[in-house]
């Protein structure tokens, strides 16, 4: 089987979960190497537990120390090495830029926001979800290597020990300019996960009221462990930090569950949540977009009902 | 060094409070079926470029696009907001095109107009591939100080520098780099300005260069849906969701929540 390259997103040797679906994924489509930049030997169990065949490690500081463009270089050279069936890579900010220049490089077909990886003979075939969910699109690369992008939360994990041999492999020289990273600080979160990896997403609207109730929904979110999302609306009324923005001009997120407390649903918004798994609204208004999409939708006020979704969690988790 | 000359570019796509299909025939974006506009986020390149300029004195700045003819109203609205110049890419071989071949041009059209600096959103609401800003650094064989919720330039050193926020998914990182270089920005990096009565008088007399594929020495077939790298295999809308439940609180709905949540198993 054909090698398929992995680029592992660790956190001080913690893997990602995102990481994981890369390798689930990988799998199906060949024999998965993964390759940890920054990184080394300490993430190796992990990654051999989801399939890894191999484990290359780029402990160069080189590969940290400047934006995108040498773990670009890397993984061209490594795409030289070992031909392999496909590149995948988390379908997150940096992780898009990392794809679409490793595409210019090689000339290859870069897809982006996959949610499905498959085979359809030798072809490698992707499935993505655009216009914010509401079309479906299989799609393949037509010259180059693929080039998949794959959006957190896409599949779950399914464990599949190998042995992983786990080798060092050299960088290559840094050619061109680059901009360099002068210091770096982790995304504050409240110890609440992150956005677009959460499996649980509890977003506050309009029907919040002010900046104040938003309280409520964290306290929500953390009942959840989840993590927090706001409508356009809420974050323009400063009610919430810009970055907690879901929707067309924000962060798109898929999760397990997407409670929508106070949020209409305009187009702006479902574009950002409308794949998530299973859909909770709470809304006031019966005739609010949002219902169309909810799983299990409730006419009523967020400021009742949440107080006592809270207090039902925390009763039933007790138990 | 103090005078800039910076590109900036922006792209015309459907409102984004629309909805969005792909056209059956060949699986591109429906144009014709949402009303055009400048994407959003471009709004907040253009400003951006705006404050560069306005900060460095002698500055111009240059507004290009890509897209079909109707794509000039998409120009005309930077050059209204303050831009100096425009250049618009036009060319029929160019419908379908990938993201590949969308950074060829602009960056063979970015190269012919000169540049210190190149400033784009973040991603474009209509494809949000969020690709273009790092393939145009790859192209132009630059600096990419990208994702920026910040910039500030320094334009007395020579070369003059660029320090930008950026924000990942990650978190949140401060890079610098040396011009020219290429830079996108985040939404709410700033408040665009609304053109004045002025700014779209002045508008009309401001130069706007159309050049084709064969002012930038494209080859047609190096571009368009035929040339993409990517193929679209087969897309359908997606079914309207399956049963659900709507209730109205009647002092349980909590509770019926939870309960819901459980059958789930999410709970």
Redesign the interface.
Known sequence: MADVLVLVDH?DGVVGKPTLELLTLATRIGSPVAIVVGGGAEVAEKLGEYGATAILTADDSALTSA???PV?SLLESLVASRSPAAVLIAS???G??????L???L???????VVDVSLDGDTV?VEQ???G????????????VPIVAVRPNSVTPVAAPATAEVSAVTVPAAD?????????????SGGRP?L??AS?VVAGGRGVGTAEKFALIEELADA?SAAVGASRAATDAGWYP??A?VG???V?VAP??YIACGISG???HRAGMQTSK???A?NKD?EAPI???????????LH??????????AK??GS | MSALRIVVCVKQVPD???????DPAD?TLDRAAADGVID??DTYAVEEALRIKEANEGSTVVVLTMGPTGAADTVRKALSMGADEAVHVVDDALHGS???AT?LVLAKAIERTGFDLVVLG?ES?DA????????L???L???????ASKVEIDASSDPATV??H?????????????LP?VISVL??INEPRYPSFKGIMAAKAKPTATWSLADLDIDASSVGLAA???????????P??GE??????DG???????D???S?K??
Request: charged share 20%.
């Open positions: 956190v934006v995108v463009a670009v997150t900010t940096e898009k830029e990392i794809a679409g220049r595409a210019v490089r000339d290859a077909g870069v897809l982006t926001d075939v979800s655009v216009f969910g509401s079309t479906v699109v299989h799609a393949k690369a037509t010259r180059g061109g300019r680059h901009a360099v990273i002068e210091s770096r600080a982790a995304a504050a992150g677009s990896e649980v959840l810009h970055a923005q067309q001009t924000g798109t397990q569950l305009a187009i702006q299973t859909i909770v709470i019966a219902f169309e999409l909810a799983d299990f939708g409730v006419v009523g006020d009742v009902v949440v107080p006592q979704l809270i207090a039902e969690i039933r988790k | 984004t409070w629309s909805e969005k299909r792909l699986q959003e986020l990938d993201a590949l950074s973040s609401t949000r591939m969020g690709v273009v800003p790092a393939m650094a790859e192209r064989g630059v600096p990419q100080a990208t994702l320090r930008v950026r924000q990942t998914d990650a978190g949140q990182a401060v890079v610098s780099a040396q270089a939404e709410k993409a790298a990517t193929a679209v295999v087969d897309a359908t809308q997606r309207s969701r659900h439940t709507i209730i109205k609180d349980d709905a909590g509770s019926r929540i939870a819901f949540l459980v789930r999410l709970l």
